[in-house]
């Protein structure tokens, strides 16, 4: 069977990762507005939504709801990095959604609907804690509770059910539960120290 065309960029949704290019995995609750944020972004080649971070293969839309498999609400992201980095992408993550609220995002609440960031390699986990430990702080001088984002390496994904694919595109109407905190999360490298 060949795999759905990915309604903005026209590509099969199973594409491998092109030569040179890296992908990510970000949870931030409620998958469409998620995936619809990082579409936009010059230099992203692929998104998808999915599940992730759980212990049931090939899990549906229905069990994950149920907050009986683990995993989270996710979109994987294939990005060029010679045009968008890995702390764009996460500078984006930080600043798109609340990440002190543990299993929830507003009035989604469940374990599927916790902070994620799932790494694929030492320099993008390396990346995601500096920033974890940078966005906290701001988060702390604004008054706002601990990061409860969870980092880890990345693990399987699996493709969410064609529909939610694109979700906001094909409904444009429909549910976005993303919210960030107003807390501005300023592009920085990692120091060559660390």
Request: aromatic residues 12%; contains cysteine.
């Amino acid at each position: 069977m060949t795999a759905p065309l990915h309604r903005i960029f026209g590509r099969p949704l199973d594409a491998p990762v092109p030569k040179g290019f890296d992908q990510a995995i970000f949870g931030m609750g409620c998958y469409w507005g998620v995936e619809r944020l990082f579409w936009q972004l010059d230099g992203v080649w692929l998104t998808e939504v999915g599940f992730a971070g759980g212990t049931v293969e090939n899990p549906t839309y229905k069990q994950v709801c149920a907050g009986t498999t683990g995993h989270a609400e996710v979109v994987r992201v294939i990005y060029d990095s010679s045009r968008i980095s890995f702390e764009r992408l996460l500078q984006v993550f930080w600043e798109n959604h609340n990440p002190t609220q543990g299993n929830r995002q507003g009035n989604d609440v469940g374990s599927q609907y916790r902070s994620l960031i799932m790494y694929f390699t030492e320099s993008q986990k390396a990346a995601a804690e500096f920033s974890k430990a940078d966005y906290g702080n701001r988060l702390a001088v604004a008054g706002l509770a601990d990061i409860t984002t969870r980092i880890e390496p990345a693990g399987p994904f699996y493709l969410a059910h064609e529909d939610h694919q694109q979700y906001l595109d094909r409904y444009p109407d429909g549910y976005c539960g993303l919210r960030g905190t107003g807390v501005e999360a300023p592009l920085t490298d990692i120091p060559e120290e660390i």
